[in-house]
Each structure stands twice: as C-alpha cells, then as structure tokens.
C-alpha cells in the first residue's frame, strides 16, 4: 500500500510546517473568539486539519482548519441552538455530509470555476491579508485575526479600521511591526539566501522570537510603549493532559432529534465544501510542481476531518487559502508539511502555552502581510491585463467583489461576470452570412444557443425576393431548441417570400425532412 505521507521532501517540508504554524496559530484562535466558541475549539480544529486531514487529502499542498467564512454560519448557530456541544453535533454531521458528496463525486463542482475568477480570488485575499493586518501590525487588534469580510463585527470596516490607525496606535507594536517588516524584506534579499546559514533561518521564525525579545525589552521603556496581553496571542494555560482534557466538549447526542441540528449540518457542509474546493482549485494554481487534486478525495478527507473535530470540541474546518499559500510560499513541497503543522500545534500548545503567549500579535501580522503581497503583487495584474479582456474584466471584477464583500459572494458575483463574458464570446462570431448576388451563405461557425437567435432572426429578415440560401450547421455539434423553431419558422415562409433554401448538418430529421419535401433543394453556394 503506498504511503499516505512521502518523506522525500522533509528538508522543506519541516521548515515549511514550523512557517504554517506561526501563521495558523492566531487564525485558529481568532476565527475561534469571532464565532463566540471557546478558544481551544480553533485549535483543536487546527490540529485536526493539520494531522488528519492533512493524512488523508490527496492535496500536497492545502492546509485545512478552521475557516473565517464560517464565523457568521457558526456564531449564528450556537446563538440559534442555545449549547455549543449541541452545535458540536452539527459539526459532526456535516461531516458525514461531506462523506456523502465525495461518495457521489460532487467535488466534481470545483473544476467549474474560471481561472479568472480563481486568480482574482486569491489577488483580492493577498488585498485583504494586507489592509486586514495593517492594524494589527500597529497595535490596533479589535478585529479578530482571520477576518476576511469587509463589514467588522466592531460596526467598522476593512477601510475605516485603518482610518483610526493614526489615533489608535501602540508605539510599542509599531516598533515590533516596523523591526519585523525590515526582518521579512531582508530575508528577500538574494544575499540571504545564497548565504547557507541565514537561509537555513526561516523568516517568520526569525520574526517571532525577535518580536518577544523587543517585547520584554520594551518594559525599560514609558509604559505606553508596552504591550498589554491583548497585542499577544492568547492561549489557554494547561499544565497537564487533565487540563488540556478538561477544557474539551463532547457533543450532546441527544439533541440528534432537534431540527435545527439538521439544518445547520447541511448548512455547514454545503459552504466547508464550497469553501475548500475553490482553495483546492486556487491552490493547484499556486503549486509550482501543477500537480492535481482529487476533489472527491477531498470532500472525504474534509468530511472525516468535521467528524473528528466534533466529536473533540473543535470547529468545523475547511482548506484554507491562507495558510494553503503561505505553504507554497515557505517552499513545502508535499502534505508532511501540513501534517507537521498540525503536530507543532499540538505538542505547543500542551506543552509552552506561556512561551506563545508572548508572541505579539505586531510579529504574526506582518508574517501575513507578507503572504498577502506575494499574493497580490502588481506583476499579477499585468499578467492578466496581457491575457486580454475577457480575462481580465471577471479577475478584476472579482477583486473588488471580494474585497467589498466576502469570499463566496465575491466569487458569485465574479463567475456571473465571467459567464456574460462566455455568452458573449460565444455569441461572437458564431455565425457567418456571406452573399454573392442572389445566393447566399448562413454559416453555424460553432455551438448555436438560444442567446444567437435575435441574430439569426435578423440575418433571415434580410434575406431578399429570389435568394438562393444555403444554411451549413456541419461545425455546430449543439443547435438550441429555439434555433430549430426559428428555422421552422423561416420554412412556413419561404415559398411566399420566394426564397429557396438548402440545409446542411442542421439535423432535427433535416428539420422534419426539408418540411416535407416543400422545399426546393439548391445547389451550395460557393463560399
């Protein structure tokens, strides 16, 4: 049986794994605190997604747990329900959900969306990684780490929060943001990484331990330079496997009868799988060796993974593209990066709980900052813009969208504006009309839908006393219902109009055999 895990790559896999953790650590607990769930619920479905489904998935790259765009469907449930282990119950049947859409290839869906709108998902995510984490990188944390909507929980939004950066700054966290942001661009120098010791430090590392070093240096300083345990990560403090054992909830099987659970089951699974199957397809994107996702595995992997972090008090957890990209950009090359992630998380938060918990927030922020802007470089733009208009209107259109929005509307209102453009593009050119004196050519030059039949409509009405046309459909392997009733139409007229007309691979019984043999045949017209 071929191994789940490939050890090959574990010299960049491993510092890979450590770089993912740094950057999982404060979503897992943000997404926990927006969604009104205990913080240790975040982690537990990090480690989950990390170890399980990261074992299970047959993505090398993705990374999974607990998901931003669930907070609203999450909160709102447990509110709904009235006990977070009844919600647990959800959680788990969600899983069993996503069990069944892999068992019946649903994940099939994830190949429908543009590459347009897939590129401009993850431009506007880089977008947002960065205007999201200039507060924080600044000492302003009322937002929960992990928002990705543009409207805040705090009655603000991603543009006004940075409106009251000038006023609500730490001058503390801005030292530490501006020492780590210097740190980040150094180690993008071709300096450090021809340097043999310096590239075996990975960056985000690097970052952290200096930003707890600059933290405690700081108390020498006035106090208003000092960071209050509201800038630092916050994780529960466990000193054994009975504390960390007593801080998780089991679900409550009994509420299996209340409808709710049920509704917010389907809820749950219908976006976790939405959501991971538009990071798998961003994600296959990024990966640099083009290697593809088996979504239906996907969806099985996901879906053991919900039932897992239920059943231990976790949220419900989806792939993520945030910490999918910070992968890819920390150079892990299979899914033992994912699965060591999950492993460090684990292991550090039973065991040095207090040493993360003077990570300050300054540090992860500009980490992410980073992330975003490899995500949302402006070489990015002008790679699109030169792919040509078609591509570029859905990527921008969906940058906006999902900016001014959230990830899944923005991504409806981007493959609603790339299927206009498909319409569009369809519509164009795919029929020709070419006449030489009275003889006249009507050419199918592609698949004809209901949307080209105003254009037919027009061509025919044109059509003169004593015209000899000839209507080719041999390059359409599709023509529309209403192109064959337009067409029909056109025969009831033809004889009044003295027109003659011949068909070619129209098909529907040479529509009802030239109409009963009513029509007089005519040699094709020369084209």
Sequence with gaps: MKSLLNFKHIKSDLPSGLVVFLVALPLCLGVALASGAPLISGVIAGVVGGILVGTLSGSQLGVSGPAAGLTVIVLNAITEIGAYDSFLLAVVLAGFFQIVLGAVKAGVIGYYFPSSVIKGMLTAIGIIIILKQIPHAMGIDLDYEGDEDFFQKDGQNTFTELMRVRELFNEGALIIGLVSLGIMILWEQSFVKKNK?????????????????????????????????????????????????????????????????????????????????????????????????????????????????????????????VRSSANIQAGGKTNLATVFHGFILLICTLAIPS???????????????????????????????????????????????????????????????????????????????????????????????YFNKSELKQKLASLQEGDNVFIDGVKASFID???????????????????????????????NYEKNNAIVSKAPVSK
Excluded: C
């Design 481 to 511: 219902h209403d192109i064959y009733i337009t067409l029909e139409e056109f025969q009831r007229e033809v004889k009044a109009r003295n027109i003659d007309v011949e068909f070619k691979g129209i098909s529907r019984k040479q529509l």
């Design 197 to 321: 010791v310096l590239n075996m430090i990975p960056a985000p590392l690097l970052v952290v331990v200096i930003g707890i070093i600059l933290n405690n240096g700081l108390t020498i300083l006035p106090s208003f330079f000092h960071l209050e345990s509201s800038h630092l990560v916050t994780l529960p403090i466990t000193n054994s496997l009975s504390d960390f054992s007593n801080l998780i909830q089991l679900p409550n099987f009994s509420a299996i009868s209340n409808p709710i659970i049920w509704k917010t089951a389907g809820v749950i699974a219908i976006i976790a799988s939405l959501e991971t199957l538009l990071s798998v397809e961003a994600t296959d994107k990024l990966d640099p060796d083009s290697r593809i996702t088996p979504t239906n595995r996907e969806l099985l992997a996901q879906g053991t993974g919900n039932i897992v972090s239920g059943l231990f008090g976790g949220l419900p957890l989806t792939q993520v593209i």
């Design 355 to 449: 040493i993360l918990n003077q990570i300050p927030l300054a540090s992860l922020a500009i980490v992410l900052i980073m992330v975003g802007y490899k995500l949302a470089k402006p070489s990015i733009f002008k790679q699109v813009f030169k792919e040509g208009q078609d591509q570029f209107v859905p990527f921008a259109i969906t940058v906006v969208a999902v900016v001014f929005t959230d990830l899944l509307k923005g991504i409806g209102i981007g493959v609603f504006v790339a299927m206009i453009y498909i319409l569009y593009t369809n519509y164009k050119g795919s029929m020709s009309f070419m006449r030489d004196g009275n003889n006249v050519l009507i050419q199918f030059n592609k698949d004809i839908f």
